[in-house]
């Protein structure tokens, strides 16, 4: 990541493992994600390979 990011959509379900996803480099920035659109991530906060986090908007 370059920066803070929004996604409407996000099918990485291989790359979750607990509350880590591994296969999105963070940086240190937040990835927000549409909980509505993205019941599989169950409105949970997640973090990212290389510090950030993947968090629900």
Partial sequence: MTGTSY????????????????????????VYYESSNNSSLGGLTYTLSGGGYLKPY
């Fill in 7 to 30: 996604l409407t959509t996000l099918s990485d379900v291989a790359g979750i493992s607990g509350t880590t996803v591994s296969n999105i480099v963070g940086n240190g920035y937040t």
